[in-house]
């Protein structure tokens, strides 16, 4: 069975950090692109980033290029997200996902969710 | 950027009828890629259709996309009650991917 699970959210002040770790199970990880998606209170859904499983090819939404990093560890089958500079408008649910660049997003986490307020 | 526009943004409609999403896009989705989401309140995304009209394992027959180039269908032939929830388009085949705004289906 598939699983997908987030940690580290929080309430965070402007201008602050966080960083967002996703384990996966149940699938050969290294094949997969995976990729967050956020989620703001009430509204629709936001592509963030994506990161390839094979030769580590990195996207970024226009809105969080320069703050966020992507990664990923192959070898403890996780992927991250460093937020760094975060905003108000950073706040939401933050989701981890398997899918990329010309594969859908099959499977989803269950969100966690970061707080952006002073 | 491809923009997709979801239409209309919420529908009401009543169970056992049939239901129209519509996504447009801004720029032609290459290679079909466009899926769409089941959200229902409280819980992550569901997908039901890829490659604008491939269902996933497991949804109902009652789902059904079509589309191509910059203009996509969700049908839904005859609603059922958990159907009435919100659903997203999302384009995947160029960097960045976007989303569409979502449509609600509710109850009438």
């Known amino acids: 069975e598939v699983q997908l699970v987030e940690s580290g959210g929080g309430l965070i002040q402007p201008g602050g950090s966080l960083r967002l770790s996703c384990a996966a199970s149940g699938f050969t990880f290294h094949y997969y692109s995976m990729t967050w998606v956020r989620q703001a209170p009430g509204k629709g859904l936001e592509w963030v980033s994506s990161i390839t499983g094979s030769d580590g090819a990195i996207y970024y939404a226009d809105s969080v290029k320069g703050r966020f990093t992507i990664s990923r560890d192959n070898a403890k089958e996780s992927f991250y997200l460093q937020m760094n500079g975060l905003r108000i408008e950073d706040t939401g649910v933050y989701y981890c996902a398997r899918g990329g660049l010309a594969a859908a997003v099959t499977y989803w986490g269950q969100g966690t969710l970061v707080t952006v307020s002073s | 950027e491809i923009v997709l526009t979801q239409s209309p943004g919420t529908l009401s409609l009543s169970p056992g009828e049939g239901a129209t999403l519509s996504c447009r896009a801004s720029?032609?989705?290459?290679?079909?890629?466009l899926a769409w989401y089941q959200q229902k309140p409280g819980q992550a995304p569901r997908l039901l259709i890829y490659g604008a009209s491939s269902r996933v394992n497991g949804i109902p027959d009652r789902f059904s996309g079509s589309g191509s180039g910059t203009d996509f269908t969700l049908t839904i032939s005859r609603l059922e009650p958990e159907d009435f929830v919100v659903y997203y388009c999302?384009?995947?085949?160029?960097?960045?991917?976007?989303f569409g705004g979502g449509t609600k289906v509710e109850i009438k």
């Open positions: 999302h384009q995947y085949g160029s960097s960045p991917q976007t």
């Open positions: 720029q032609t989705v290459s290679n079909r890629y």
